[in-house]
C-alpha cells in the first residue's frame, strides 16, 4: 500500500469486507494513474504525486469513501433489526405460555412491541432506499433503544411472574434473549461508529 492510499484509509470505519474492496478499486486507479505518468516519461515520484494531484487530497477521497461505508454498515444493522427482532419477539409469544399473563405484563409486553415496531419499520426504511439520511445513526441509535427497552421490562416482567412457568422454559428464553441482544448491540454501537466517523 502507497503512502497516498495509507492516508486515505487511515480515518476510514466501517465494515472490513467492504472497505477493503474500495480500498483496492482505489489503489487500482490510483497504481493505473501512476503507471500512465511513467509511461509519459516521469519517475516514479514525480509520477505518484502527479495521480496524489488527479485523485484530490486524501481526506476529501476518504470522506467519500466513509460515506459508503456508513450506508454499508447501516445495512447490515438494518437486516440485524430485521432478522433478531422479530425472532425474540415471536420466541417469547411461543414459549411463554398460554395463560392470563395480567394487565401488567401485557403492558410490558406491548411496550417492548411498540419499541421493535420502530426499529423494524426503521431498519425497512434503510433498507428499501426510503431512510438514507443518517440511515447508521437512526439504525444504532434505534436498535440500542429496543433492547434497552427489551431488557428493562423483560426484567419487570420476570420480577411480576416470578414463580409462574417453568424454570427451564425461562432459562432458554433469557439465554436466547441475551444471544439476539448481544447480536443488535455489537452491530448498533458498529452503526453509530461509522456514522460518527462520517459525521467527521
Known amino acids: 500500500m ?3 492510499i495509507a492516508a486515505v484509509a487511515a480515518p476510514l470505519r466501517g465494515p ?14 490510483f497504481e493505473e494513474a501512476v503507471a500512465e505518468h511513467v509511461a509519459a516519461g516521469l519517475d516514479r515520484e514525480r509520477a505518484q504525486a502527479a495521480a496524489a494531484a488527479e485523485f484530490g487530497a486524501p481526506g ?8 459508503e461505508l456508513a450506508a454499508a454498515q447501516a445495512r447490515r444493522t438494518a437486516w440485524t433489526l430485521l432478522v433478531t427482532l422479530p425472532a425474540m ?11 392470563d399473563p395480567g394487565v401488567a405484563v401485557t403492558l410490558l409486553a406491548r411496550i417492548v412491541d411498540a419499541a421493535t415496531a420502530v426499529a423494524f419499520g426503521a431498519a425497512a426504511l434503510v433498507l428499501t432506499g426510503h431512510l ?3 440511515a447508521a445513526s437512526v439504525c444504532g441509535l434505534l436498535g440500542l433503544v429496543q433492547i434497552a427497552v427489551a431488557l428493562g421490562c423483560s426484567a419487570l416482567i420476570a420480577v411480576v411472574a416470578q414463580g409462574e412457568g417453568d424454570a427451564g422454559t425461562w432459562a432458554v428464553l433469557a439465554a436466547a434473549s ?8 455489537a452491530s448498533s454501537v458498529r452503526a453509530l461508529a ?4 462520517a459525521a467527521a
Do not use: H
Not at 476529501?60 to 460515506?67: C, F, L
Not at 419477539?89 to 395463560?99: E, Q
Not at 441475551?178 to 448491540?185: E, K, P
Open 16 to 29: 472490513r469486507r467492504v472497505r477493503a474492496d474500495m480500498l483496492a478499486e482505489i489503489e487500482d486507479g
Open 60 to 67: 476529501i477521497v476518504a470522506a467519500e469513501v466513509q460515506r
Open 194 to 197: 461509522v456514522a460518527r466517523a
Open 2 to 4: 502507497n503512502d497516498y
Open 178 to 185: 441475551g444471544v439476539g441482544s448481544a447480536l443488535v448491540c
Open 132 to 134: 438514507q439520511r443518517r
Open 89 to 99: 419477539t415471536i420466541m417469547w409469544d411461543l414459549f411463554s405460555g398460554d395463560g
